[in-house]
Nanobody, 121 residues
Framework: QVQLVESGGGLVQPGGSLRLSCVAS????????MRWYRQAPGKERELVLG????????TYANSVKGRFTISRDNAKSTLYLQMNNLKPEDTAVYLC??????????????WGQGTQVTVSS
């Protein structure tokens, strides 16, 4: 029933831009904090940005500061990642994650399948 479906990945040249989307269903999207992770081949999964249920955003990866922006549209149950000035080092599978926490206890933790972003000349 619960689904997170990412889209918008693809091949882009260095300096280019992409906008990723994650469409959620099966739960009350507006009550969940959302995060974007990425994982490159041979590397550990990295937390990139997060946004709270109230729209407060946090950048966790220093390498993307000033280039990536996370946002959400609760009416559409959709999470976005705007990526500008892309670099080859940004190449990875990007995954969205939904979390529900109550009284410091994590109750729900959902993941999408990921979308591939490749930055290359």
């Amino acid at each position: 029933q619960v689904q997170l479906v990412e889209s918008g990945g693809g091949l882009v040249q260095p300096g280019g831009s992409l906008r990723l989307s994650c469409v959620a269903s099966g739960f009350t999207f507006s009550n969940y904090g959302m995060r974007w992770y990425r994982q490159a081949p041979g590397k550990e999964r990295e937390l990139v940005l997060g946004i709270s249920s109230t729209g407060f955003s946090t950048t966790y990866a220093n390498s993307v500061k000033g280039r990536f922006t996370i946002s959400r549209d609760n009416a559409k149950s959709t999470l976005y990642l705007q990526m500008n000035n892309l670099k080859p080092e940004d190449t990875a599978v990007y995954l969205c994650n939904a979390r529900y926490r109550r009284n410091s206890v994590l109750l729900d933790d959902y993941w999408g399948q990921g979308t591939q972003v490749t930055v290359s000349s």
